[in-house]
């Protein structure tokens, strides 16, 4: 399966690459560490400068990396923008999902199982270090709280499993307004950004998203949208630098 990465600023010049024997279920870009100082960054000014303010960096000291989840049961770390390949990681099955906490320095990955597979991440070398259950179903999303001690995973069979990453104790397992029902599946999970109320937003195959208030897991609000042109991604808005 091929992957094409293109500057903003020249759209009509592409990287393409072989990026997989399968499908490509996920690419997302490596998160920069909350904790690194805002002075790094400017050694990163060259993408900013070309047309790719949305890149999250690793580092000011290192390239981005992209990662690639992939049905043929990988997930590749990629370099960018020149997406040679840095590191290839193994799974039991396909890999629907893969997100890097905040901080940088732990991975969560979910896939066509119910099993919930943690990292810890030091640079561009990874380590398993604990394989969770989520419900009894496969799993399509997973995301890290800004404080980088919780993790939330949605999974086809309509529950979204928080975790504190401390203990590995399951915190709640919640369910979608549309639970039971195939229309229900959870689709996507979003923690809200720093410097603002705790939240987690969760997707529903059709119709529905479901705000939660994380300090308690008691407060709940579904909102109905259209479902012919909801495709199930959903984010927060980030707060201005």
Known sequence: ??????????????????????????????????????????????????????????????????????????????????????TKLKFPTAVNYAVVS????????????????????????????????????????????QSSEQFAVGSQDSYVTIWDIRSQQKMAQLETFQHGQSRGACRNVKFSPSSSIDLLAFSEHTSYVNIVDTRSFEKHQVLRVRSDSFSGFLDFSRPKA
């Open 102 to 145: 905040p901080d940088g320095t732990k991975m969560c990955i979910v896939g066509d199982t119910n099993e919930v597979f943690l990292f810890s991440k030091c640079g561009d070398t990874f380590e398993k270090i604990s394989v969770l259950t989520a419900s009894n179903d496969a799993s399509f999303s997973c995301d890290w709280s």
């Open 1 to 86: 399966m091929e992957l094409a990465v293109a500057r903003l600023s020249d759209p009509q010049t592409t990287t393409i690459v072989q990026s997989g024997g399968s499908i490509n279920n996920f690419v997302t870009l490596d998160r920069v560490p909350s904790v690194l100082p805002r002075r790094r960054f400017r050694d990163s000014a060259a993408f900013a400068n070309d047309g790719m303010t949305s890149l999250n960096i690793t580092s000011g000291l290192e390239l981005p990396r992209l990662l690639v989840c992939n049905n043929d049961h990988t997930v590749r770390l990629m370099s960018l923008p020149s997406l040679e390949l840095v």
